[in-house]
């Protein structure tokens, strides 16, 4: 378990104008332990398409009894999921699901700058159907070296844990991870942490998952 506090609960209504594009990239995944979101990448493969979910690796205490799931038009669709990847120490995992149902391209930005507009998208209290889109800024790069955490100012709230931080094009530019809070335990408002798209790709090259943010097919062996 991570020694800062994950990223569990604090709400605030912010004036923002949701993006049906990015909301439609959001799933909420559940575990055994809870719930969280996660951000779907659909890759071309031999199977024709598989899609992945970026998450967060706390989410996971066991690798079983995962899913992750969608509300459209009061439709709920929820397909089985299988972790892939977790990596405890980045808080980074990779789910692959096991429907192609769910599809979806994101688009890959460059790390935000401080004073940059970021818009954050999850599934609010773990709800089906609420995957809401909040608004802030960057507010620090490298606030938790050496973790490399970016501080941003767009409100946090349970169920944020891995959902996915977008820049104005709406471009994929990190994965929230947790939350601030102060001596006393108190919820710092607008004080959250994303994992930057720059750790990101890095870790995920690393261990071998690069084409998820890169323009490669997904590699055969995960297909088996």
Same mark, same amino acid.
Request: glycine share 8%; with cysteine; net charge neutral.
């Given at each position: 378990?991570?020694?800062?506090?994950?990223a569990i609960?604090?709400?605030?209504v912010?004036?923002?104008? $949701?993006?049906?594009d990015i909301?439609s =990239?959001?799933?909420?995944? #559940? @575990?055994?332990?809870?719930?969280?979101?996660g951000? /779907?990448v659909?890759?071309?493969?031999?199977?024709?398409?598989?899609?992945f979910?970026?998450t967060?690796?706390?989410l996971?205490?066991e $690798?079983?009894?995962?899913s992750v799931? =969608?509300s459209?038009?009061? #439709? @709920?669709?929820?397909?089985?999921a299988k972790l892939? /990847?977790?990596?405890p120490?980045?808080?980074?995992?990779?789910?692959?699901?096991?429907?192609?149902y769910?599809?979806?391209f994101?688009?890959?930005?460059?790390?935000?700058?401080?004073?940059d507009?970021?818009?954050?998208?999850g599934?609010?209290?773990?709800w089906?159907?609420h995957?809401?889109?909040t608004?802030g800024?960057?507010?620090y790069?490298?606030?938790?070296?050496?973790?490399?955490t970016?501080?941003?100012?767009c409100p946090?709230?349970?169920?944020s844990?891995?959902?996915g931080?977008y820049?104005?094009?709406?471009e994929?530019v990190?994965?929230i991870?947790?939350?601030a809070?102060d001596?006393?335990?108190?919820?710092?408002?607008?004080?959250?942490?994303?994992i930057?798209i720059?750790?990101?790709?890095?870790?995920?090259?690393?261990?071998?998952?690069?084409?998820?943010?890169?323009?490669?097919p997904?590699?055969?062996?995960?297909?088996n």
């Amino acid at each position: 378990m991570r020694n800062l506090v994950l990223a569990i609960f604090f709400i605030c209504v912010t004036a923002c104008t $949701p993006s049906p594009d990015i909301q439609s =990239q959001s799933v909420i995944v #559940l @575990t055994s332990d809870g719930n969280g979101s996660g951000t /779907l990448v659909t890759k071309s493969s031999s199977k024709g398409y598989t899609t992945f979910v970026i998450t967060a690796a706390h989410l996971f205490s066991e $690798p079983t009894g995962i899913s992750v799931g =969608q509300s459209k038009n009061n #439709l @709920t669709t929820i397909f089985p999921a299988k972790l892939v /990847l977790v990596l405890p120490k980045e808080d980074i995992a990779v789910l692959v699901v096991n429907n192609n149902y769910f599809k979806s391209f994101p688009k890959f930005g460059d790390t935000p700058q401080v004073g940059d507009e970021v818009y954050h998208v999850g599934s609010m209290l773990g709800w089906f159907g609420h995957n809401s889109v909040t608004r802030g800024i960057v507010s620090y790069i490298n606030r938790n070296d050496p973790n490399e955490t970016d501080q941003v100012s767009c409100p946090i709230f349970s169920g944020s844990s891995g959902g996915g931080v977008y820049n104005s094009d709406k471009e994929y530019v990190g994965m929230i991870t947790q939350i601030a809070f102060d001596h006393n335990g108190q919820v710092i408002a607008h004080m959250g942490y994303m994992i930057p798209i720059r750790k990101l790709r890095t870790i995920l090259i690393k261990h071998k998952f690069g084409f998820l943010v890169r323009n490669e097919p997904v590699p055969q062996q995960l297909l088996n």
